[in-house]
């Protein structure tokens, strides 16, 4: 009998791959975190606990204004404020581009102009230890601490973040832009959401034509009259055109286009309709996390219930390809909602 040593026999055995639970907290695969680069980072308080201060302003007032939303820092605030602003003397190699100090989050934008004598994750360590003391100082503790057996970010007093941290790396011209202005904006969009919370809470369980969907957005666009959007990818730009035309003359009648957005025709219709100002419900192909919101120009849309976000399965974080199997299903969901009707 041939002899088979231990490695062979396991060699027979299945690979088990267990299932990637989605994680907004993983750092970039093959990403060196000790390198130049532009990081967004962002820390939420442990129970979402609005400790940094709170919102004041008018969501009509113009960015600007003094009376535009912006957030008054609380003790703590101001004590995490001094933590964010000193962090390039600890780290001269780095430089805190811009921040912002929500209610219960925190976003900073970090650029690392020479390599870092220690990962990234050391000097969040160090920053959120900073925190942690100041925490400790400011708010009163209870006398009794929970066991060390629960989990870091459960474990309460003197524990002032979740455990964790989401970071963003940037990769393309125009982003850093971006995010400054996401960060200049976070104070308005909170205001806003507050001011119409049923538009922006994620809405689970939405059983549409014998499909369930989560939802962000104004469901009574679905009692409207809807017509679907599907272009094929052969139609010529002339042809795109006049189905743009055939759809704004619907919308103006009042109808609400629907359509997953998938081929360039699709797009360019919807886009088109989205900014003459016109509802639309879009159907997307991955789903929500429990505080997810639109960005852009549709969370804006949302607020005027000018927007409904439809997605039939659960979030992931991967970088996925739709598959040609997604698309149809996709357009058939859109078809059922229709009742067949389309441009």
């Known amino acids: 009998?041939?002899?088979?040593?231990?490695?062979?026999?396991n060699s027979d055995k299945p690979t088990l791959r267990h299932a990637t639970i989605p994680s907004m907290k993983r750092?970039?695969?093959?990403?060196?975190?000790?390198?130049?680069?532009?990081?967004?980072?962002?820390?939420v308080v442990a129970g979402r606990r609005k400790l940094f201060?709170?919102?004041?302003?008018?969501?009509?007032?113009?960015?600007?204004e003094a009376s535009y939303p912006h957030i008054v820092l609380s003790?703590?605030?101001?004590?995490?404020?001094?933590?964010?602003?000193?962090?390039?003397?600890?780290?001269?190699?780095?430089?805190?581009?811009?921040?912002?100090i929500m209610?219960?989050?925190?976003?900073?934008?970090?650029?690392?102009?020479e390599t870092l004598p220690c990962h990234l994750g050391m000097v969040i360590r160090g920053f959120v230890q900073g925190c942690n003391k100041a925490y400790r100082r400011i708010v009163p503790q209870k006398a009794v601490t929970a066991p060390a057996t629960e989990k870091r970010d459960r474990r309460g007093d003197g524990i002032l973040f979740e455990h964790g941290y989401n970071d963003k790396v940037l990769l393309h011209q125009g982003q850093l832009k971006t995010w400054i202005h996401y960060l200049a904006d976070n104070p308005r969009r909170l205001m806003v959401k507050r001011s119409y919370p049923d538009y922006f809470?994620?809405?689970?369980?939405?059983?549409?034509?014998?499909?369930?969907?989560?939802?962000?957005?104004?469901?009574?666009?679905?009692?409207?009259?809807?017509?679907?959007?599907?272009?094929?990818?052969?139609?010529?730009?002339?042809?795109?055109?006049?189905?743009?035309?055939?759809?704004?003359t619907e919308c103006a009648a009042g109808a609400v286009m629907v359509s997953p957005c998938i081929s360039p025709g699709e797009k360019a219709v919807m886009r088109t309709v989205f900014e003459k100002g016109?509802?639309?419900?879009?159907?997307?192909?991955?789903?929500?996390?429990a505080l997810a919101k639109p960005g852009g120009a549709r969370f804006d849309a949302c607020a005027r219930g000018q927007l409904l976000l439809l997605a039939p399965w659960e979030h992931h974080t991967?970088?996925?390809?739709?598959?040609?199997?997604?698309?149809?299903?996709?357009n058939n969901m859109a078809a059922a909602l229709c009742n067949g009707k389309r441009l």
């Open 27 to 43: 750092r970039m695969k093959g990403k060196d975190y000790h390198e130049r680069t532009i990081y967004m980072i962002t820390l």
């Open 318 to 330: 991967d970088k996925r390809v739709i598959t040609r199997l997604q698309c149809t299903m996709l």
């Open 53 to 64: 201060g709170e919102i004041e302003g008018d969501i009509r007032s113009c960015y600007g």
């Open 103 to 113: 209610p219960d989050h925190l976003h900073l934008i970090l650029f690392v102009h």
């Open 201 to 248: 809470r994620v809405q689970r369980n939405i059983q549409e034509k014998g499909v369930t969907f989560s939802a962000i957005g104004n469901l009574f666009l679905l009692r409207k009259p809807l017509l679907q959007v599907q272009c094929s990818r052969r139609l010529s730009e002339t042809e795109i055109q006049a189905v743009t035309v055939r759809a704004l």
């Open 1 to 9: 009998m041939e002899q088979r040593h231990s490695s062979d026999l």
């Open 278 to 289: 016109y509802p639309e419900i879009v159907l997307l192909e991955n789903g929500f996390t």
């Open 75 to 100: 003790t703590l605030g101001e004590a995490v404020k001094e933590q964010i602003t000193g962090l390039p003397r600890y780290y001269p190699q780095l430089t805190v581009s811009g921040y912002q």
